[in-house]
């Protein structure tokens, strides 16, 4: 698999486009003939990081970085920054407005949700400054059940 770059800008409370890049790298993936349970995995985490760009964030963006052996899964944004990760990455604990959550957003599970699917994951953040969270998927799936036959 030859090395890969897409980025894609991601504008804070558009919940009109929010989904869009996640559904453009899962086809980028798939065409490039990734295994299927790495693009799900993937495609989960990128989903979360992308609208927690769109809630959270002044605005972002999502870098893929595809290698030989790796998927990179990059999301960086301008925003509050996060002043608490241990908190924010316990399951269910959410900052998302009564509106967002109205509309069905911010259970409070992206961060969780990213970190279970990635193979490698890590979390910088400064308050007043933004977040960068980097997530690494291994092409070759030791999660996916070996279906090879042995003879």
């Known amino acids: 698999m030859s090395q890969l770059r897409e980025e894609f800008q ?12 996640s559904s453009r790298i899962k086809r980028i993936l798939k065409k490039l003939g990734v295994n ?7 495609s989960i985490a990128c989903y979360e990081a992308e609208i927690n760009l769109v809630i959270h964030s002044m605005g972002g963006k999502l870098v893929l970085l595809v290698g030989e052996n790796e998927v990179t899964l990059i999301s960086e944004d301008v925003g509050p920054g996060i002043p608490d990760i241990r908190l924010a990455m316990s399951e269910g604990y959410s900052t998302a407005s ?5 509309m069905g957003f911010g259970a409070g599970m992206g961060l969780a949700n990213m970190a279970r699917n990635a193979d490698r994951f ?15 998927f291994m092409i070759k799936d030791s999660r996916a059940e070996d279906k090879s036959e042995v003879s």
């Open 10 to 21: 991601i504008t804070a409370m558009d919940f009109v486009t929010a989904g869009e890049a």
């Open 36 to 42: 299927a349970n790495v693009v799900r995995r993937l």
């Open 98 to 102: 009564e509106n967002v959550r109205m």
């Open 122 to 136: 890590h979390i910088q953040s400064k308050v007043g400054e933004g977040t960068r969270i980097e997530m690494i």
